[in-house]
């Protein structure tokens, strides 16, 4: 794919995600019977299920602030082990950033969680978007765009949506967020990421032609 097509083809990722994101925002939540209705099943199915729940619930904790946060220190240290500054600032900043994003937007919103049975986790904030989902997804994905090789991009893509995936699956599972919380999340995490890593690569590419 030459550089034309790559650049039409990220803005139209970043068009269709924020589509979704505003769409999830406006349609989701306790007025919508599509997220009242899976709700409900998906509590029948864990309180059918109480195994399936222990289960769940190391994997959406791995999802959470303590796991992703250890995962950027994590990654951010290596790159700066390996001088990489400009990559683990990058990579800190858009993670960062994207985390603030989506609390300031959960205090827009004003969405309130589900509440039909007793949650098997703690939770704290407000519904949407699902921060689980929105940071695995801008965690996973950032890595996989800005710090993997090109050679394995599409499979750490793949990995990464596929991980986040099973992520902001467990939230409506365990009762704690709306589908569309979730599907906004992601969205957003895919907007967020696609645009700065393109605004990176401007950033890079602009240095690289002052210093030429």
Known sequence: MDDQAHHRLSWLIVAIALIVF??????????AAFDVNL??????DRAA????????????NAGGAGGM???LVNVAGLLAF???WR?????????LSGRAIDELIKLLVD????AFDAHP???????FPSAHAANSMITLLAIALLIVPARMRTVAICLALAITGVIGSTRPFLGVHWPSDVVGGWAFGIAWVVTLAKASHYWRASGESRAM
């Open 111 to 114: 969405r309130p969680r589900p």
């Open 121 to 127: 986790v703690s939770v704290t904030s407000l519904s």
């Open 39 to 44: 709700i409900h099943s998906l509590a029948a």
């Open 82 to 84: 390996q001088r990489r």
């Open 49 to 60: 299920h109480p195994g399936l729940t222990a289960v769940v619930i190391p994997v959406t």
């Open 69 to 71: 946060i250890a995962l």
């Open 87 to 95: 990559a683990a600032l990058v990579f800190a900043g858009i993670v």
């Open 22 to 31: 505003v769409l999830a925002g406006l349609l989701g939540g306790p007025g």
